[in-house]
């Protein structure tokens, strides 16, 4: 047996309790009506008006006449008006349920860029609502995951051209091998490797499979011990590397090794960008929250840039692409982390003046 679709059962459910209520009012008047009736003719044969005792019987035989012409044409008019506006209210209820199948569809085929109107019911004008901010969800995530394919291409052929190449070279014995060849084959290997870790850590982080192990943190220790680090790979005419960190900053309630990741990317970026100046990690309590920003006085990034600064793969200079070594994974997957452990990253920058990178967590 067919299942009955929405439409169908809205015509029958609103037809359903126009019967029902007709018919409740056809049974209590039909064994009501007559006996009120009789009633009213001996109320009328007591004040003396006249009289009707003789003509009782034809008169309670024409009342019954009359009643069951007028209900039956009630019933019929009710009918029709009650069918034909049953049929009206699920036209106008399936109206919108149907658009929205036609676009699931046009979704299914590959086109995001369809929306549902407005209704005027406001039921189902929250659900158009809900249903087109989904959509874009939905657009929004084609349209990274298509950036994401011709970034992680570009990202892939450009060391991989390379090893070919000197490989290539080296089968057809036009370059010698060498110490130094060898050398440039191991770091494109290694940018591959970084390059693949990096794209699983973000998957990971991305969807909540990174295992965080929240505990008490100390940072001043842990904060001392990348400024020693990183001051140990900055050459003299390079960016002087300061903390400012107040004796009063609480400990935090955060995985120190994931913390120690962020750090370690933020420091990166900010030596990998600043070529003199000064590179400041300052920490600060607010409210119930500790800020740990890292600020340089380096290239800085553009206004317009900001934007799509925790993008995968985005980079503010492309140019240098090539020879910073880095991924361009790294910021997404810091925030990631930052979000995970129950805080928040921001950036503050302007061109040419330097970068600030912060980010808070909960104090423990």
């Given amino acids: 047996m067919p299942k009955l679709g929405l439409g ?9 309790v126009m019967i029902v209520g007709l018919s409740s009012f056809l049974i209590i008047a039909k064994l009501s009506s007559p006996r009120m009736f009789v ?34 044409w009630s019933v019929a008019a009710g009918a029709t008006a009650a069918g034909g506006l049953s049929y009206l209210a699920s036209r106008r209820i399936m109206q919108p349920l149907e658009q929205m199948q036609e676009i699931t569809q046009k979704f299914a085929a590959g086109d995001l860029e369809e929306r549902m109107p407005e209704s005027e019911i406001p039921e189902l004008n929250q659900f158009s609502v809900s249903f087109n901010s989904m959509a874009s969800s939905l657009e929004d995530v084609e349209k990274r995951r298509r950036e994401l394919i011709s970034d ?24 010698e091998s060498s110490p130094e060849l060898y050398m440039r084959l191991v770091r494109e290997t290694r940018r591959l490797e970084r390059l693949i870790h990096d794209l699983q850590e973000l998957s990971k982080a991305e969807a909540g499979y990174l295992s965080i192990d929240l505990q008490k943190v100390n940072l001043r220790p842990l904060l001392k011990s990348l400024i020693d680090r990183f001051a140990d790979q900055l050459l003299e005419e390079g960016p002087i590397l300061q903390l400012d960190f107040p004796a009063e900053i609480p400990p935090v309630l955060a995985d120190i090794d994931r913390l120690e990741q962020i750090l370690v990317n933020l420091l990166g970026n900010a030596i990998r960008y600043t070529e003199k100046g000064s ?15 890292v600020s340089d006085t380096g290239v ?3 206004k317009e840039d900001l934007l799509y600064v925790f993008e995968r793969f985005w ?10 070594g ?4 790294g910021l997404a997957i810091a925030r990631r982390l ?21 980010f808070c967590l909960p104090i423990a």
């Fill in 8 to 16: 169908t059962r809205l015509f029958f459910s609103h037809f359903l």
């Fill in 39 to 72: 009633l009213r003719l001996e109320q009328l044969e007591r004040r003396g008006l006249f009289t009707v005792r003789s003509a009782r019987t034809y008169l309670v035989e024409g009342f019954h006449n009359a009643w069951n012409h007028s209900a039956f």
């Fill in 152 to 175: 992680l291409t570009h990202e892939l052929r450009t060391p991989l051209t390379v090893v070919r190449g000197y490989l290539e070279e080296l089968a057809d014995g036009r370059i």
């Fill in 279 to 293: 590179i400041t990690v300052k920490a600060w309590k607010e409210h119930s929250q500790v800020w740990i920003a």
């Fill in 300 to 302: 800085g990034i553009a």
């Fill in 315 to 324: 980079r503010a200079d492309r140019s240098r692409c090539s020879h910073s």
């Fill in 326 to 329: 880095g991924t361009g994974i």
């Fill in 338 to 358: 930052v979000q995970l452990q129950g805080g928040r990253m921001e950036v503050e920058s302007e061109l040419g003046k330097g970068s600030t990178f912060r």
